[in-house]
């Protein structure tokens, strides 16, 4: 399958600091991918680079079989919303959009102007006067209406409420549907990732974690519950994420491709947040972390 964005040992330095480390990555085509992390993990760093705000200290990162931020070209083929949505308070949402018109040789300008109908919006209204969650909705037009193929969103509903979080998600899953469009959305609200993303990458410490389609992963994951057993005991292909223990009871997060027979284990399934949480939880224990896996089928 094709790559929208690929990277190989990617890195970004400031002065001693790695923001981003040894980032290897593939994110395929025709996807709506959820990058998560805490703060710190590298996140709004990989965007910056890809859209090519920031140059790599170290690896390459490829977007849509180019350098990333090569020239206008590429850049027409990339949307992009930065984490504070921004926009200009004192221009008008008519005037934005004529901006937009006029830095954008792939601009839509139809399709702007119907979805600031269908957002309810009065074009000549300022966009300071707007609410938090109308802002948000202005900037994604601007991004779409340039057609891009990759449309890349930092954290753009984390300031939101509940409602406009729910309608700003439900008009970009419009927008997927309707014009196929690959999504990477970076958040720390992994219920609202999990209604619309149907790929996955956990950045911790700088690292990517964890990666795949959401399908494979909730799948070859399992909860077992049982008597307290030592996790070194279990079958090879039966890789622990995080265990928790008490005097008799041993409750493990694992990773295995095979099903569980073991009559010893009550096996429940898992979701994504617990996903998200035991990968997170793994960069901080004493054992060595699984950096960089990748469970891309």
Not at 173 to 189: I, Q
Not at 222 to 240: I, M
Request: aromatic share 4%; net charge neutral; with cysteine.
């Amino acid at each position: 399958m094709t790559a929208a964005l690929e990277t190989n040992g990617l890195g970004k330095k400031y002065g001693r600091r790695w923001a981003l480390h040894d980032c290897t990555l593939t994110i395929p085509t025709g996807k709506v991918v959820g990058l998560v992390g805490p703060n710190g993990a590298g996140k709004t760093t990989l965007l910056h680079l890809a859209v090519g705000l920031l140059t790599p200290t170290s690896g390459t990162i490829t977007v849509l079989g180019g350098r990333a931020g090569d020239g206008p070209s590429k850049l027409a083929r990339v949307g992009f919303v930065a984490q504070a949505t921004p926009t200009y308070a004192g221009l008008s949402i008519a005037k934005h959009l004529k901006m937009g018109a006029w830095l954008n040789p792939t601009w839509d300008g139809d399709l702007a102007k119907r979805r600031i109908e269908q957002l309810g919006l009065d074009p000549s209204q300022k966009v300071g006067s707007l609410s938090g969650g109308q802002r948000a909705q202005v900037a994604l037009t601007l991004a779409i209406a340039k057609r891009p193929e990759l449309l890349l969103l930092d954290e753009p509903v984390a300031a939101l409420d509940p409602l406009a979080r729910r309608e700003f998600l439900q008009g970009l899953m419009e927008v997927v549907a309707e014009h196929g469009v690959t999504v990477v959305l970076s958040s720390h609200l992994v219920a609202d990732l999990e209604r619309v993303c149907d790929f996955l990458v956990v950045l911790e410490a700088s690292h990517v974690q964890l990666a795949g389609e959401v399908e494979t992963l909730l799948a070859s994951h399992h909860r077992l519950s049982g008597p307290r057993r030592d996790p070194r005991s279990l079958p090879a292909s039966q890789h622990v994420i995080e265990e928790s223990h008490t005097d008799k009871q041993s409750t493990l997060l694992v990773h295995s491709d095979e099903p569980i027979l073991d009559p010893g284990w009550t096996v429940m399934p898992v979701t994504l947040d617990d996903l998200v949480l035991a990968y997170m939880g793994q960069a901080h224990s004493e054992r060595e972390p699984q950096r960089g896996l990748r469970l891309i089928p």
